[in-house]
């Protein structure tokens, strides 16, 4: 099959010729119809060392079912369209048993270096990590399931008070998805401060209820006018230096960020703001399945949609031009991989 693949950190991928992957006894081969790029897929892909040379990335995807392992055989079908989990978990474990692979002790994420990723024709992915696609729910809504529960279990995590301000720093895709789960949840007003206008118009059609130009108005006052009071809640989803600290000087006394950006360099944040303050300060990251499932519940039912973040579907042969475009500023949201 087809793939493109990663040969060297900071060089654009490489459409080559790749084994068609076998199912293992428990595991699925899934055609690729739809897949994500993933902010954190240019950013690793950018730092020599992070992967293997040869990786194949791609870890928000759905598709069709054309080949089932033995064990798996009974719950699968060819044919059949499913979204998973970009992990492959033992199915056995404590984790595994509860639905929550990504704390397996001999997990395999996909499309990190371990198994194969979705920027291919096929990807193969575990029985239990596999979720079907309700009739309604297409390709490429299947695709954004993943980015849309990164999202939900943020704002999990987040244990959202009824009525709570929120403020999103950082209006990328999953930027988007907490602001709309934020909204679902119940909270009042959730205000996005993010630089690049296209993103802030966006916002409204994920939730926000507005939007601050951090570069035009000072974030705290500029929440507080429009959100009535201080922000219960803060989600970092950006992941640069100095951002942590800022999160906790906008903080109020026993407020409450969750850090939902990967810094991949190291920052310092002054301690004692956060022991003054009596700050909350949470790191999150991944998934349970059920955070897979019930958003295909709601997208099935109507009642949240992702189709507004899809900016771009390119084909195999245009994604490398494509991801070598997106690691510059960009108006660009969401861009699918066709195959
Ligand atoms: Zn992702
Ligand atoms: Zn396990």
């Not at 089932?68 to 033992?90: S, W, Y």
């Not at 720093?169 to 907490?178: H, K, S, Y």
């Not at 006052?221 to 992941?239: L, N, Q, T």
Request: hydrophobic residues 45%; charged residues 20%; aromatic residues 4%.
């Amino acid at each position: 099959m087809k793939a493109a693949v990663l040969r060297e950190a900071r060089k654009p991928l490489q459409i080559e010729e790749v084994p068609d992957p076998t199912p293992g006894p428990a595991e699925l081969v899934v055609k690729v119809e739809s897949c994500g790029v993933c902010g954190s897929d240019l950013h690793v892909s950018d730092l020599p060392g992070a992967l293997p040379a040869g990786t194949v990335m791609g870890h928000e995807f759905s598709g069709v079912v054309v080949e089932v392992g033995k064990e798996a055989a009974g719950r699968f079908q060819v044919g059949e369209r499913v979204c998973a989990l970009p992990f492959i978990g033992c199915g056995r474990c404590v984790a595994c048993l509860a639905g929550d692979p990504s704390q397996c002790p001999t997990l395999q994420t996909t499309g990190l270096g371990q198994v194969p990723g979705a920027y291919a024709e096929y990807v193969r992915v575990g029985q239990h990590e596999a979720l079907r696609l309700p009739e309604s729910v297409g390709h490429r809504q299947g695709a954004m399931v993943e980015p849309l529960a990164v999202g939900l279990h943020a704002v999990e995590k987040a244990r959202l008070a009824p009525g709570a301000r929120v403020l999103v720093i950082g209006g990328g895709p999953i930027g988007l998805t907490v602001s709309l789960w934020s909204r679902y949840f119940g909270a009042r007003a959730v205000v996005m401060s993010e630089m690049a206008a296209g993103r802030r118009e966006l916002a409204g059609r994920f939730g926000a209820t507005d939007a601050i130009d951090p570069t035009r108005e000072e974030v705290g006052p500029a929440f507080a006018k429009r959100a009535g009071g201080a922000p219960d809640v803060i989600f970092e989803c950006v992941g640069v230096k100095g951002l942590l600290q800022q999160c906790m000087n906008l903080a109020p006394n026993r407020g409450r960020v969750v850090v939902v950006g990967v810094c991949v360099e190291p920052d310092t944040i002054l301690p004692a703001i956060g022991v003054v303050k009596e700050l909350d300060l949470r790191f999150v990251v991944a998934y349970h399945k059920r955070d897979f499932e019930l958003t295909l519940a709601l997208l099935d039912q109507g009642r949240i949609s992702s189709d507004a973040m899809v900016s771009d579907v390119v084909s195999l042969a245009q994604l490398p031009a494509a991801f070598e475009a997106l690691k510059h500023p960009t108006i660009q949201c969401k861009v699918i991989l066709e195959p």
